[in-house]
């Protein structure tokens, strides 16, 4: 039941992103949904993602973009500058691949649950140990990604230096 | 005897309640102790010794009228002060503050004094603090003036900042500790060593425990790193644009906000509510006497010291806390591998 | 607990919205919002997996999911901020002068 609460939330949230012309609102709308989706992490038993998903995303990634939505203090979007013409043989393989899409989601939705067991919850590792496993098969299986992924925030912080700065 | 859940129910209550007493004490005890620095009286017309005087700045609160400027945006505006006491309450359901106890019987099963027992609560708290930059964030840009948004931007940049150095602190004391949870980090401080030294993480963790404070008084945006609100320079910073209630709830969020604060600092550094003396069921006077000295050691500071300049401030953050807190955490992790603690 | 198809319709959903938001909007700063969001989608869908199989990997998987957006988001508000110098504009469809 929770589920469908968070999930209608998250698009619900995640429209009003796209929907709306003020950057501001943008921001607060992902904020919202990235909430909808921690309560989703909590009912797949991955509390520590949840909490990561706020702490990381809510309250640092998403702190970068209103940071920059009040320097820039850009206003609304303007919609009539340059006119973006679509061929008419573009929008018609567009929409047959939506409705493709929405066919295909229908099946699955319609032949849900049929052949879908979700291992128990009693082996798995809950709270704090479940923390615990994700650090040791971060750092024994994943180590080499774990430090590959150290220089790509180096990459990515030398090149915001770069382009951000006026002079260097 | 009283099930669990209205028991349960009655301890939200109650810690809703002394929270905001505890704000109320608080705006009491700075401007006394302001005074007693300054060589003042401080207040001393409202009640014995000027008691009530809290009390009536918020009736006269109640009564102020309430402005929004022109062009700010209404709903934002009137969201950012509720969102910044709702993390500022929120962060501390999940701090214990006594031990188990069953009030002398009057419970039918033992209840931990705490709202919420989360089993990965350090990290709950620092997700909650982490979302109260947006209320101050919100209000800046939405009031639409160019203080408080400069207010915002400052305590942005400040709070992003000083999160790094305060989350390093924190996982330094969670490795000494080995748990995520303050009820167990706290039952690992009682007794002592050698018989006079009280376990507690800070004779461990020194450089943790300053480094945590310093960046808790920049995240509580405190003198002498009060830049969002730099009375000098900005007006009021974030809330120039606020009065009547609205204002009123910011000011309680960041005075509960540093009682979360110290409280989060007593529990994982000070031994929380274990102490010498008191039975276990009074442990909780310890936690507020050791909470209420920490508090002052907060107002002593901000009348003391003056207030950093921005550029210092942002170069003490990166350049000296964020590089001592790392050396710190290295260190910590060596010594717990070396000694097997 | 919902089947394993329910969350990942609702990882669909959020991915298609995400697309459309890329498409549909004039301004860079909510085109990076819809990236999040399809990030987002990828990631439920990672955890729901891991879940469904029992395993610990989906979960470490978001983390590098994670640090990948950050990565992307500091990258690219530098970027958006070095254009809006430029042309003091957010509309990615007034940057065509490489465009013949």
Redesign the interface.
């Known amino acids: 039941m929770l589920f469908y609460l968070f999930g209608a939330a998250a698009v619900a949230a995640s429209l009003m992103v796209i929907g709306q012309r003020n950057p501001m609102y943008s921001v607060l709308f992902l904020i919202a949904s990235f909430a909808a989706l921690a309560g989703l992490y909590v009912l797949l038993d991955a509390p520590f993602v949840a909490v990561i998903q706020i702490i990381i995303y809510a309250g640092a990634i998403m702190v970068l973009f209103l940071f920059v939505v009040m320097l820039l203090n850009a206003p609304q979007e303007d919609i009539s500058r340059v006119r973006v013409m679509v061929a008419p043989s573009t929008r018609r393989i567009g929409a047959l691949l939506v409705v493709v899409l929405l066919a295909e989601l229908a099946w699955a939705l319609a032949t849900a649950g049929e052949r879908e067991v979700w291992v128990s919850a009693e082996g798995l590792p809950e709270g704090e140990s479940s923390v615990r496993a994700l650090g040791l098969t971060l750092f024994r299986d994943y180590a080499f990604a774990f430090e590959v992924t150290s220089v790509l925030i180096l990459v990515a912080m030398l090149g915001a230096v770069v382009l951000a700065k006026r002079e260097l | 005897m009283i099930p669990t859940f209205i028991a349960q129910i009655v301890l939200l209550l109650f810690v809703f309640h002394m929270l905001l007493i505890a704000a109320a004490a608080m705006v009491y005890a700075e401007r006394k102790v302001a005074a007693m620095i300054q060589q003042r009286l401080g207040p001393y017309l409202v009640g014995p010794r000027g008691l009530m005087q809290p009390f009536a700045d918020v009736i006269k609160l109640m009564f102020k009228e309430q402005l929004r400027p022109l062009g700010a945006d209404r709903f934002l505006f009137m969201l950012a002060p509720v969102l910044s006491a709702v993390t500022a309450f929120a962060a501390f359901a999940v701090v214990p503050f006594g031990a188990e106890t069953t009030l002398f019987g009057l419970l039918e099963e033992p209840m931990r004094l705490q709202v919420a027992d989360i089993n990965v609560g350090v990290l709950v708290i620092f997700a909650i603090a982490s979302m109260g930059v947006y209320g101050i964030v919100l209000a800046g840009w939405s009031s639409n003036s160019k203080y408080s948004l400069l207010g915002a931007l400052r305590s942005s940049s400040q709070m992003i900042s000083y999160e790094l150095s305060y989350g390093l602190a924190l996982a330094s004391v969670l490795l000494v500790g080995g748990s995520l949870s303050l009820t167990e980090i706290v039952d690992q401080q009682a007794g002592t060593w050698w018989g006079f030294l009280p376990r507690w993480l800070v004779v461990l963790q020194p450089l943790g425990f300053l480094i945590y404070m310093i960046a808790g008084i920049a995240e509580t945006n405190r003198a002498p790193f009060d830049f969002p609100e730099a009375e000098q320079e900005l007006v009021a910073g974030y809330h120039t644009e606020y009065s009547s209630m609205s204002f009123a709830m910011f000011f309680l969020a960041e005075y509960i906000n540093m009682v979360t604060v110290s409280a989060v600092a007593v529990n994982l550094f000070l031994g929380g509510w274990h102490g010498p003396f008191l039975p276990e069921a009074f442990g909780w006077i310890w936690f507020l006497i050791k909470v209420s000295v920490l508090l002052f050691v907060y107002i002593w500071i901000r009348w003391t010291l003056p207030r950093y300049r921005y550029d210092q401030l942002m170069a003490f953050g990166w350049k000296v806390l964020l590089p001592l807190s790392v050396l710190n955490l290295i260190v910590t992790a060596a010594g717990v591998i070396y000694f097997a603690v | ?10 990882s ?3 991915f ?3 697309t ?2 890329v498409f ?4 860079v ?2 085109i ?3 990236i ?2 399809m990030l ?1 989608a990828v ?2 869908s990672f ?2 997996f ?5 395993t ?5 998987i ?3 999911v ?10 690219g ?6 254009l ?2 430029h042309r003091e ?3 990615p ?2 940057f065509t002068s490489l465009r013949w």
């Open positions: 607990m919902p089947p394993l198809t329910h969350y990942l319709a609702l669909a959903m959020l298609a919205i995400g459309m938001g549909l909007r004039r301004n700063i909510t990076l919002l819809s999040e969001i987002n990631n439920l955890v729901a891991g879940r469904y199989l029992g610990i990997d989906g979960q470490i978001v983390f590098f994670i640090t990948v957006a950050a990565a992307e988001a500091a990258v508000l530098a970027l958006v901020i070095a809006f110098r504009t957010l509309n469809d007034a």
